[in-house]
């Protein structure tokens, strides 16, 4: 069976940090494009970071700029969203999402991945995020 799985959210401060993971079983993750999405209550659901295959092109949406870091390691068959100074308005349940057509925009000069549900192969079931004190 063909999934992804997220995990480690939970409760947290505000101010607090928080490493979420996702795994894929029966599939491999390193020819898939790997994107973090979030969807708070009443809000529709919205694109967080994104990474290429080889992890070479990363991005951000404006509201994680700085506080948030993508990262993969296709040996573990994984990718890492670590949350930094998290705040009330990150609460929300945060999916993680496979691709293999993403397309790219410009950031900066350099290209990067557009973020978003364009081509997604395959959506875990997403996993809680709460940031209140």
């Known amino acids: 069976q063909l999934q992804l799985v997220e995990s480690g959210g939970g409760l947290v401060q505000p101010g607090g940090s928080l490493r979420l993971s996702c795994a894929a079983s029966g599939f491999t993750l390193d020819t898939y494009a790997i994107g973090w999405f979030r969807q708070a209550p009443g809000k529709e659901r919205e694109g967080v970071s994104c990474?290429?295959?080889?992890?070479?092109?990363?991005n951000y949406a404006d509201s994680v700029k700085g506080r948030f870091t993508i990262s993969r390691d296709n040996a573990k068959n994984t990718v890492y969203l670590q949350m930094n100074s998290l705040r009330p308005e990150d609460t929300a349940v945060y999916y993680c999402a496979a691709n293999t057509r993403v397309r790219f925009t410009v950031v900066g000069g350099s290209l990067a991945p557009i973020c978003d549900h364009y081509g997604i192969d395959y959506w875990g079931k997403g996993t809680l995020v709460t940031v209140s004190s």
């Open positions: 990474i290429t295959s080889s992890g070479g092109r990363i």
